[in-house]
């Protein structure tokens, strides 16, 4: 076992569900991101995902693309974020997950990147774009690592694709909640029960629910059922408002995630 599949026996025996907090690595600096995550952590965020930014991010909205942008401006590469993580696992032992699209880990070497995740601290990879039916490679390297594969279901899925996923993906499985891009939707209906139920029964993994979470009272719903409530574009949007005043950025990222993390860990009032 490693720390995400730790974390998630932990919530099992204390909480509704688990708390996952997605920015992007870089955004506006990595230094400010090292920050950032050990508020979140701070806030009561239990697992991290730390996107690495991409010139092409075909699955992220207008926020999450432009913070890619960003990042890219001020020089972050695997390189970067692989030492950042490093930083991190000298204040934290947060579950980091390394989130991102194939084509940077690829031109990095895949077998040499496992290596270097594991010996920088990380937990776990989400490849956006790399489906299971086309990450053996990878994932032996993963495996190897004792690194998580993690991959996305979308509402959908059919049972084949299920079935893939079951066979392949450890830690924990990445609903979609919509089809289309990532992206704060504040009047979305999540209405996933039936589908989440089915994942947990086939995979017989922790199902956390994303895109398009925005609020403590989103988080508080999805929680009912789910075992992760994962949130990204939102706190991204708090990180852009505030670039340049990093004590701000620190207060604002820690009230909302505090009002998340009471959600998801029912205690909110």
């Excluded at 960003?70 to 390394?98: C, M, W, Y």
């Excluded at 991102?100 to 601290?121: H, S, T, V």
């Excluded at 489906?131 to 979308?154: C, R, S, W, Y």
């Excluded at 392949?168 to 504040?186: E, I, M």
């Amino acid at each position: 076992m490693n720390r995400i599949e730790n974390k998630f026996d932990e919530i099992k025996s204390k909480y509704n569900s688990a708390l996952v907090c997605y920015i992007t690595a870089g955004d506006p600096s990595l230094k400010v991101t090292r920050d950032v995550v050990l508020q979140l952590e701070k806030a009561g965020a239990d697992i991290i995902e730390l996107g690495i930014p991409f010139s092409d991010p075909m699955a992220d909205g207008p926020t999450i693309q432009l913070a890619s942008e960003r990042a890219l401006e001020a020089g972050t590469n695997i390189h970067g974020v692989l030492k950042l993580v490093k930083e991190i696992r000298e204040h934290s032992e947060i579950p980091v997950i390394l989130f991102g699209y194939y084509n940077p880990f690829f031109k990095y070497g895949l077998e040499r990147f496992a290596l270097d995740a594991r010996e920088a601290g990380a937990d776990g990879v989400l490849v956006v774009d790399l489906p299971p039916d086309e990450a053996g490679e990878f994932k032996v390297h993963l495996d190897k690592q004792n690194l998580n594969t993690i991959f996305l279901l979308a509402p959908n899925s059919t049972d084949d694709r299920i079935s893939l996923v079951a066979q392949n993906a450890n830690g924990f499985v990445y609903l979609v909640s919509v089809t289309g891009v990532t992206g704060a939707r504040p009047d979305q209906d999540y209405s996933l029960r039936e589908l989440t139920n089915k994942i947990k029964n086939g995979t017989g993994l922790p199902v956390g629910i994303g895109f398009g979470v925005s609020s403590a009272d989103q988080a508080k719903k999805i929680s009912a059922y789910s075992d992760a409530v994962i949130v990204g574009s939102a706190l991204v949007r708090i990180i852009e408002d505030n670039n340049g005043n990093d004590q701000k950025l620190l207060d604002e990222i820690f009230d909302f995630t505090k009002k998340l993390s009471d959600a998801c860990h029912g205690t909110a009032n």
